[in-house]
T-cell receptor
Framework: NAGVTQTPKFRILKIGQSMTLQCTQD?????MYWYRQDPGMGLKLIYY???????DKGEVPNGYNVSRSTTEDFPLRLELAAPSQTSVYFC?????????FGPGTRLTVT | KNEVEQSPQNLTAQEGEFITINCSYS?????LHWLQQHPGGGIVSLFM?????KKHGRLIATINIQEKHSSLHITASHPRDSAVYIC?????????????WGLGTSLAVNP
């Protein structure tokens, strides 16, 4: 199993550009999560999903959108990138409560 | 004040030392998680516990629900243990899929 994979690993965006961070898991987990991690801060939950077709907001959803059309994929969309969205983004999945994390995407918005 | 506090923030040890990292929380919980974040950024779950003690190799995690406190111990520390150790709690009220995260303890083990 590849576990949780994320693409891209790194990305630089200009202010106002859009992009999609991809997340795929091959463990047939129902639950999937998107977090952001800023220097010196704990992980912040952006969005999560309890299964295909069901998503819900976390602590910091503004500026982001998600969809969950399949069990495997949970893409995160940034529509109008802002410098405040410079961060490291982690996708995770779980079947019970233990979460499995992807390697992260380092995003810089300038 | 964060609902999950870790101490110390930073820790430097010599190889072979016994290490303790602490996590205190202020909410009622159904479980507590310990995770390790490698220098390259990857995050791995170490333990999930709701009572007592768990052991895996040189790592031991304990929790005291009444005192709202957990400790992560590393015996015979090694430079490869250098990482950030993160505590997170699962509240027993509200949406328990939303973990509350500590800020992490950065551990450096010198040879």
């Amino acid at each position: 199993n590849a576990g949780v994979t994320q693409t891209p690993k790194f990305r630089i965006l200009k202010i106002g550009q859009s992009m999609t961070l991809q997340c795929t898991q091959d463990m047939n987990h129902n639950y999937m999560y998107w977090y952001r991690q800023d220097p010196g801060m704990g992980l912040k939950l952006i969005y999560y999903s309890v299964g295909a077709g069901i998503t819900d907001k976390g602590e910091v959803p503004n500026g982001y959108n998600v969809s969950r059309s399949t069990t495997e994929d949970f893409p995160l969309r940034l529509e109008l990138a802002a410098p405040s969205q410079t961060s490291v983004y982690f996708c995770a999945s779980s079947v019970s409560y233990e979460q499995y994390f992807g390697p992260g995407t380092r995003l810089t918005v300038t | 004040k964060n609902e999950v506090e870790q101490s110390p923030q930073n820790l430097t040890a010599q190889e072979g030392e016994f290490i303790t990292i602490n996590c205190s929380y202020s909410v009622g919980i159904s479980a507590l998680h310990w995770l390790q974040q490698h220098p390259g950024g990857g995050i791995v779950s170490l333990f999930m516990l709701s009572s007592g003690k768990k052991k895996h190799g040189r790592l031991i995690a304990t929790i005291n629900i009444q005192e709202k406190h957990s400790s992560l111990h590393i015996t015979a520390s090694h430079p490869r243990d250098s990482a950030v150790y993160i505590c997170a709690v699962r509240p027993n009220a509200g949406n328990n899929r939303k973990l509350i995260w500590g800020l992490g303890t950065s551990l450096a083990v010198n040879p």
